[in-house]
């Protein structure tokens, strides 16, 4: 008898069939007279929805709050999932993120697991129920709810896998693994048997929100072998483990991009020690990230320095810079957030020289302009215009000899 934590993503649980379809699966797993965690995300485009509406009120909604209106959405799933199973028969119990005994810090939106105390799941397991937990939630230490970014349903399932030390982490998504590209934009992507987690991390990072990052993140830390395949077949879909020797090394294993992106550039910055943490000290300090980072000498003893942060904290972080620019004495704010990043990943880019090149010349044959570059062991990564993401993930999917050619559209 196995331990398996099965994850379903919001298009798979969307409505009353698909729920139903969700409960039959599960169905089949107990049958074979296995352990069943479930973990679900809220109906698709809830969660969107729930944004919005309290964008209707404040474009700055108190983030505590935003957190109990967006928890709403797991807590419907659950509670229907636990009706169809129970309906069906089974023994089933919903529990929300809290009375899962998931323990966050207490940055609100975006709160990171502390702990998980796999009581009361395994009691509940103990007695033969199924156990169906909202994902995406938990609570602080002082009892406020937290939510864990978007996407976060997939870090609640790796991290409950990990405490309860399950057998097996599923996710079951929309898609029948994790492919080269995203399928929806590259029709030419492959489907990866395997993917070791670093890889997997770039990608995520990069913008394949196929997992959350941080689900990758506790996977590897807690060795949670995962298995992300489609909630519509019965196919074997990709599974993400620890880098092996018989892993194929390709150069380049995948391309990833990301519209969650904006450029913002300060203009003529006086060149001198410290600039660049008054710059970035309160963006930071505002919780928001930045990510790849430039700066230009210019003649006179001025600088341009240039970065990007998500694109949610593009209006905070211009709203920031602009009272910087004025303490600094930096002539001009510019921003633009109609640019996306488009990455290649590989381990192989290791020890390979030339990747850079090929990607560049692979653009330049497209007439897609380059705005900006950052680089790592295993990926390299450009800021273009949006317009052009879609083209770029193609162009460079052929580029580096990763398409299928068994598929002709
Ligand atoms: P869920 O609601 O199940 O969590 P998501 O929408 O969060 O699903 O993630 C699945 C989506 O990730 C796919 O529909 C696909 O468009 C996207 N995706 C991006 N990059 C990749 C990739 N390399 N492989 C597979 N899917 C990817
Ligand atoms: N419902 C949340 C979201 O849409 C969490 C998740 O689906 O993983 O981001
Ligand atoms: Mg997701």
């Known amino acids: 008898m196995a331990l398996i934590v099965q994850k379903y993503g919001g298009t798979s649980v969307r409505d009353i069939d698909r729920i139903r379809n969700v409960a039959l699966r599960i169905a089949k797993t107990r049958d074979r007279g296995d352990d069943v965690v479930v973990v679900l995300s809220a109906m698709s485009g809830v969660t969107d929805r729930l944004l919005q509406t309290a964008g209707e009120i404040t474009d700055r909604p108190e983030k505590r709050e935003l957190d109990v209106l967006l928890a709403t959405g797991e807590q419907t799933t ?18 929300l993120g809290y009375q899962a005994e998931i323990l966050t810090d ?46 976060g349903s997939d870090t609640s399932a790796v991290a ?69 395949r489609s909630s519509f077949n019965d196919e074997k879909g990709t599974i993400v483990v620890h880098e092996d020797s018989n892993m194929e090394k390709m150069i380049v294993s995948g391309v990833t991009h990301s519209k969650d992106v904006a450029r913002i550039t300060l203009l003529k910055v006086p060149d001198q020690p ?32 240039t970065f990007t942060v998500p694109r949610t904290d593009y209006a905070a972080a211009m709203e920031i810079e602009n009272k910087v620019a004025k303490e600094i004495g930096a002539s001009e704010v510019r921003g633009d957030d109609m640019v996306a990043k488009i990455s290649v990943v ?64």
């Open 78 to 95: 659950v509670a229907l999932m636990a009706i169809t199973l129970s309906s069906m028969g089974y023994k089933a119990r919903s529990l």
């Open 106 to 151: 207490g940055m609100s939106t975006k709160a990171r697991i502390r702990d998980i105390g796999s009581g009361r799941i395994r009691s509940l397991l103990d007695e033969g129920h199924i156990v169906v937990v909202a994902g995406f939630q938990g609570a602080d230490s002082e009892g406020n709810i937290t939510t864990l970014g978007r996407g």
């Open 160 to 228: 409950i896998a990990a405490a309860v030390k399950a057998d097996e982490c599923e996710i079951y998504t929309d898609v029948d693994g994790i492919y080269t590209a995203d399928p929806n934009i590259c029709s030419k992507a492959k489907k990866l048997d395997r993917i070791s987690y670093d890889e997997m991390l770039e990608m995520a990072s990069l913008g394949a929100k196929v997992l959350q990052i941080r689900s990758v993140e506790f996977a590897r830390k807690y060795n949670v072998v995962i298995h992300v």
């Open 274 to 305: 410290g600039i660049a943490t008054g710059i970035l000290s309160p963006i930071a300090d505002a919780g928001i990230q930045v990510d790849i980072i430039i700066q230009n000498t210019r003649a006179g003893n001025m600088t341009d320095f």
């Open 346 to 409: 590989g381990v192989g880019m290791r020890s390979h020289s030339g990747v850079a090149a090929k990607m560049f010349a692979a653009l330049a044959t497209e007439n897609i302009n380059i705005r900006m570059i950052s680089t790592s062991e295993i990926r390299i990564s450009c800021v273009i215009e949006e317009k052009y993401t879609e083209l770029a993930v193609r162009t460079l999917h052929t580029a580096f000899g990763l398409d299928d050619e068994n598929k002709t559209v």
